[in-house]
């Protein structure tokens, strides 16, 4: 049996049933992520005064995927309009520099995720707080039984509130250091990871669902310009119309980072 | 008809695409600036501007690339239904910061 209205438009709606259902499932979309802002907004001004994280995250890196993230969507419209003019050599080229540019920008992010979660805050005894990125451990380094050492390239810093605003006179003139702390001196240690405090936690759940959207788009991506492109050659307006839909959703994955980017990155 | 349904032109395509990204470009240095500016006293005014910059900037995207400009009407009618949750997702998270519950322990 024939799956209707794949390539004519359905006479009711004016439109193919594939594109009506993207753009149903990318209202549903908007109000998820919609739900994850509010919990942003939310979480933000609650915030104790002082203690709500800025300049925690790399500009340049963010500025880098915000590019890449724009010129993919952009190859990825120019892939559609190459299939609307049959030339299947340079949907090829244009797909196959989205799923590149798709490529670089996770492993930016991965890159990003992991300068998390080698960056320690270490809560001291004497009441000041070592913070910094994890150098070495000493083999026998063991915080429940008090023995060894961990090194830290980093500084000290006698309120945590100093810790919050990187940005800051203060936090720019610090001289980061390796710092060697026994693991008798220490009352408490964690690195940035998403239970590190509210901030992380919203900056990874956003984060962190926005590249799950980005790995499941570049690998319906990638099916287009593999195996899935036979369909080239038995039914072409079909396959454009399916590189119209996925295209669409790409965007929306592109629109959301543009709102991600400021929001974490530079506010 | 919409703009995805007219006949298409690979190099008009791409002098857009060249048009989109000069200004995405342009729009994401404006953000940067005003972030790392002293623009007010506080943060208020500055997340003002950066998020208003980025509506221009998602406008282009939804606008253009996505074709939203000139699509059909059942589309426009799904998004609207969009704007409005959301914006009463919105308007539900502004209202539920100006009141806490009697009794609530306030920073």
Redesign the interface.
Known sequence: MEIPYTVQNRPDTGIYNAKLGIWLFLASEVMLFGGLFSAYVLLRVGAEPGMWPHGWLNVTLGTVNTLLLALSAITTLLAWAACKVRDFGKFKIFHGCTILLALTFLGIKSYEYHDKLIHYEIALTNGKFADGHLVEKSKDFDLLKKIGTVTLHGHIVEDRRELMDLRSSEAQAAKHEDITIAAADIKKMGNYGPRHNTFTAIYFTLTGLHALHILGGTLVIFYFWGPGSRMWKTDPERFTNRIEVSGLFWHFVDLVWIFLFPVLYLT | M?E?EKP???QS??RL?VV??IV??CT?SA??A???SHVGDG?TL??AI??G??VV??FL??GY??HLLSE????YT??A??VF??IG??G???W??NGFPPGTVS?
Do not use: P, Q, R
């Open positions: 919409s995805s298409v032109s690979l395509y791409i695409c989109v990204f995405v470009v994401t953000m940067i005003t972030s790392f943060w500055k997340v950066i998020l910059i980025a900037n998602a995207v939804a690339l996505m059909k009407k059942l589309i799904v998004l239904f969009t949750f959301f997702l919105m539900l998270t502004v539920a910061t920073h």
